[in-house]
């Protein structure tokens, strides 16, 4: 059975920083590509970050991230991060980690190549 739990969401000034934490319980994690998405009431899920499987040497962004947010992951402690730096309003929104299995870099920041899902963890940047 998988669970995804997020934390460390909370309220911030824009230029300001939030650390995200998933943790994954589920076998094999390292074998798994994972991701972070956010959403915002009314509109889809937009893929933020991912991360290839094994020691994490692949990343992805999203365009208006890039440069400003960091993924990583701790395979001993079935661990993903997410470090927001340079906060901006836009970036408000719940933010959920995800489960994968991706065969092509294009899809990573799909929401199709994910299975398993957090609850999300709310983050606003006034």
């Known amino acids: 059975h998988v669970q995804l739990v997020e934390s460390g969401g909370g309220s911030v000034q824009a230029g300001g920083s939030l650390r995200l934490s998933c943790s994954a319980s589920?076998?094999?994690?390292?074998?798994?590509?994972m991701g972070w998405f956010r959403q915002v009431s009314g509109k889809e899920r937009e893929g933020v970050a991912a991360?290839?499987?094994?020691?994490?040497?692949?990343?992805w962004y999203a365009d208006s991230v890039q440069g400003r947010f960091t993924i990583s992951r701790d395979n001993s402690k079935n661990m993903l991060y997410l470090q927001m730096n340079n906060l901006k309003s836009e970036d408000s929104g719940a933010y959920f980690c995800?489960?994968?299995?991706?065969?092509?870099?294009?899809?990573?920041?799909?929401?199709?190549?994910?299975?398993?899902w957090g609850q999300g963890t709310q983050v606003t940047v006034s």
């Open positions: 995800a489960q994968g299995v991706y065969y092509d870099d294009n899809d990573v920041l799909s929401e199709f190549t994910y299975n398993y």
């Open positions: 991360i290839g499987t094994g020691d994490g040497t692949h990343t």
């Open positions: 589920m076998p094999r994690y390292s074998n798994y590509c």
